[in-house]
């Protein structure tokens, strides 16, 4: 059983900073591709940023210069560094891996619960 649980939501003023982190544990042979997304109300799901197991990054356009993503592949972790938060980046953010269980498995995407992230004065 795989389990990816997030961390370090919360309430931030613009301007401000939060650190997201994600800890992927449980059977595991292989992570790939780590992300993260974000669900504001009435959105759909929307990619943020996501890292390769080579460390080779990609961002939404609106949060290009704002955020960072890193891995730590010991650790299973995937951290989200946000900086100059805006009031429109308000939204659960989730973490999503694609891991391969065993040896012989074909990848599979699994999720977080997700974290809320509120950005306001």
């Known amino acids: 059983q795989v389990q990816l649980v997030e961390s370090g939501g919360g309430l931030v003023q613009p301007g401000g900073s939060l650190r997201l982190s994600c800890a992927a544990s449980?059977?595991?042979?292989?992570?790939?591709?780590m992300g993260w997304y974000r669900q504001a109300p009435g959105k759909q799901r929307e990619l943020v940023a996501s890292?390769?197991?080579?460390?080779?990054?990609n961002y939404a356009g609106s949060v290009k210069g704002r955020f960072t993503i890193s891995r730590d592949n010991a650790k299973n972790t995937v951290i989200l560094q946000m900086d100059s938060l805006k009031p429109e980046d308000t939204a659960v953010f989730y973490c999503?891996?694609?891991?391969?269980?065993?040896?012989?498995?074909?990848?599979?995407?699994?999720w977080g619960q997700g974290t809320q992230v509120t950005v306001s004065s």
């Open positions: 890292i390769a197991s080579d460390g080779s990054t």
């Open positions: 999503k891996a694609a891991i391969r269980v065993y040896h012989y498995s074909s990848n599979r995407d699994f």
């Open positions: 449980g059977t595991i042979f292989r992570i790939n591709d």
